[in-house]
Every structure is written in structure tokens, then in C-alpha cells.
């Protein structure tokens, strides 16, 4: 086969499994989540992902959503949140729904559409938007052909960028899963964030057929040159290209702390539903209820050091440690 004709089959295979994997349906708490949040603004589609797509709905699970937007506005909030989205992308939001007589929640984060490409790509020195979208995700609605098209493409560009950054951590020759297991290694040591040794294992693990079949035409894509003998890989990478990578993914580790930790300063002015956040998740891990007035809701840096002070005074942190 040809090399153009091998890149060509390789496109349509992505494309194929990718499009496939966002149209495959979800939970209907799911959909009936959607539909609420769709009314909210103007987004040209929302994708559903995370460990409530990985392991179903429980009582206590976080559901985790995109909303992508065609510009900052079409999302309603204050002009101080749409330029901290602008500036450092995404602003996170928390929303509840009932729904059958059980309560429903969900963080959804909030990009542009041209935030999204950027973010899914190769170059940025975030990690954050990439590694999630290599990850399975569904397109739970999209606002017409154009929006889901794009999408699909962006999603196609977080697989081929994890894809091409594995090839770069695994090993010299080994199944798919290492290199996936080696990337995802490399991206939660990156972010600041508290999960458990093994969590990208964990990833790849659930999804094993998927990360297979994936691996090689991403590496078709981006132009990794490899050999496959009996089911093992071997990306063709010399010393100088490994040198260099983890040259680059050095700078990466060293700012995606500080950019995971400038979120969350600025979450503390844009987080809209941040409180309920805040109570929920403690009364979930202490069983602490914290009572929250319309006040606390509308001046958290206010009200939060009291509330803070008087669930320490009742031991909900001792706890929860």
C-alpha cells in the first residue's frame, strides 16, 4: 500500500471509530441534563466524558460536561467570567437537576469552538484539554451538521495528539495499552491533581479495544514512523527525538501546576454554583450537612471562612481525611 493510501485509511478509520464513539447513546439522566443545559445559552454542542461515561451513574457521581460555544457571549455570565475564559480557558460551572426524585449534578467547563481546536492540538503547553478528549467522549447534542463536524474533527485531533505524545513515553517495542498507560503516567503527573497510583491504567483498562484500534492510525496521521511484529509496536524514534520530547513535556510538567492553581484562584470569582460545589462535596465526605444561605451562595470569599471555621469546629475535616 501506498503512502498516500495508507494515510487515507488511515483518516477514514479514525474517523470512523471517533464518529462512531460520540453518537453512541447515553444514559437518559444524561440527555435530560443536556436538554437543560442547552437552554441555558447558545452552544453549538455539548460532549459528555469522564468517570460517570466510564463506570454509570451512581447516587454520588459528578457528571462532567463541555459546553463549546462559537463565542464567549453565547453563554450567559458576567464580563469578568467571560474574560477569565478568554484568558485562561475553561471557567467551570456547577448546576444540579432533579430528576426522578433524585438529585443530579454535573461540573460542566465552558471553551469556544476556536479554544477547543487550539487546546486539542499538538503544540499548546497545556495538556489539560487533550488528554481528556483522547479519552472516550460522547456528543450528546450539537446544534446543527457544521457544529458536529467540527467537533468530531477536535476530538480526532486530542486522539492523534495523545497518540503522538505516547510514542514518545512508551516503550521502544510493546503492546498499544503501554503506550497509552505511558502517557496518561505522564499526563496526571503533570496536572494537580489528587487521584490514585494507577488511575491511567485504570483509563486504559475499560477501554482496551478502543485503545488499540486507535494507536496506529493515529500514528499514521502524525507521521510516526513505526514497526508492528507479532503484535508488538515500534515507534521509530531516534535518541534526539526522545531527548527533545521530554524536553518539551519537562516545560509542560513545569507549568501545568501553575496554570492548574491559577484556575482555581480564578474559579474563586467565576466558579458560578461553587458553594452548593463545596457543600455538597463536604457533606458527601464528612456527612456534615452545610446550610447555605442566599448570601453564602452570592459572597462565597465572604461567607466562606465562617462556615469554614464552624465545620472545623464539628470535625468534618478531621473526617474526611
Known amino acids: 500500500m501506498s503512502g498516500a493510501s495508507q494515510l487515507l485509511s488511515a483518516v477514514k478509520q479514525l474517523t470512523h471509530h471517533v464518529a462512531a464513539e460520540l453518537q453512541t447513546p447515553v444514559a437518559p439522566e444524561v440527555r435530560e441534563f443536556v436538554s437543560e443545559l442547552k437552554d441555558k445559552g447558545r452552544p453549538l454542542g455539548i460532549l459528555f466524558y469522564g468517570s460517570g461515561l466510564r463506570g454509570?451513574?451512581?447516587?454520588?457521581?459528578?457528571?462532567?460536561?463541555?459546553?463549546?460555544?462559537?463565542?464567549?457571549?453565547?453563554?450567559?455570565?458576567?464580563?469578568?467570567?467571560?474574560?477569565?475564559?478568554?484568558?485562561?480557558?475553561?471557567n467551570v460551572e456547577y448546576y444540579e437537576i432533579e430528576s426522578g426524585g433524585?438529585?443530579?449534578?454535573?461540573?460542566?467547563?465552558?471553551?469556544?469552538?476556536?479554544?477547543?481546536?487550539?487546546?486539542?492540538?499538538?503544540?499548546?503547553?497545556?495538556?489539560?484539554?487533550w488528554a481528556r478528549f483522547s479519552q472516550p467522549v460522547r456528543l450528546v447534542w450539537f446544534a446543527n451538521e457544521k457544529a458536529e463536524v467540527a467537533l468530531t474533527r477536535s476530538v480526532m485531533r486530542a486522539?492523534?495528539?495523545?497518540?503522538?505524545?505516547?510514542?514518545?513515553f512508551g516503550p521502544e517495542k510493546g503492546q498499544a495499552e503501554e503506550f497509552w498507560n505511558a502517557l496518561y503516567q505522564r499526563t496526571y503527573q503533570t496536572e494537580l491533581r489528587v487521584?490514585?497510583?494507577?488511575?491511567?491504567?485504570?483509563?486504559?483498562?475499560?477501554?482496551?479495544?478502543?485503545?488499540?484500534?486507535?494507536?496506529?492510525?493515529?500514528?499514521?496521521?502524525?507521521g510516526v514512523r513505526f514497526i508492528e511484529e507479532a503484535g508488538l509496536l515500534s515507534p521509530m524514534l531516534s535518541a534526539q527525538e526522545r531527548e527533545k520530547s521530554n524536553a518539551d513535556w519537562l516545560w509542560r510538567k513545569k507549568i501545568g501546576k501553575p496554570l492548574?492553581?491559577?484556575?482555581?484562584?480564578?474559579?474563586?470569582?467565576?466558579?458560578?454554583?461553587?458553594?452548593?460545589?463545596?457543600?455538597?462535596?463536604?457533606?458527601?465526605?464528612?456527612?456534615?450537612?452545610?446550610?447555605?444561605?442566599?448570601?453564602?451562595?452570592?459572597?462565597?470569599?465572604?461567607?466562606g471562612p465562617p462556615i469554614l471555621w464552624k465545620l472545623w469546629r464539628k470535625g468534618a475535616f478531621q473526617k474526611s481525611s
Do not use: M
Request: hydrophobic content about 50%; some cysteine; overall charge positive.
Open 260 to 303: 492548574n492553581i491559577a484556575r482555581l484562584v480564578k474559579a474563586a470569582f467565576t466558579f458560578a454554583g461553587g458553594p452548593r460545589y463545596a457543600a455538597w462535596k463536604i457533606e458527601r465526605h464528612s456527612g456534615i450537612s452545610v446550610p447555605l444561605t442566599p448570601f453564602a451562595e452570592k459572597h462565597p470569599l465572604i461567607a
Open 159 to 168: 486522539v492523534i495528539t495523545g497518540a503522538r505524545w505516547a510514542a514518545c
Open 102 to 129: 433524585k438529585t443530579l449534578r454535573a461540573k460542566v467547563a465552558i471553551l469556544t469552538l476556536a479554544q477547543f481546536r487550539k487546546l486539542t492540538g499538538f503544540t499548546p503547553w497545556d495538556t489539560t484539554v
Open 56 to 90: 454509570g451513574i451512581q447516587s454520588d457521581t459528578l457528571l462532567d460536561f463541555y459546553v463549546i460555544l462559537d463565542k464567549q457571549s453565547d453563554w450567559p455570565r458576567s464580563l469578568a467570567a467571560r474574560i477569565g475564559n478568554a484568558l485562561l480557558p475553561p
Open 195 to 222: 487521584e490514585k497510583a494507577g488511575r491511567g491504567a485504570s483509563i486504559v483498562a475499560a477501554y482496551p479495544e478502543r485503545y488499540a484500534a486507535l494507536l496506529v492510525p493515529c500514528w499514521i496521521i502524525a
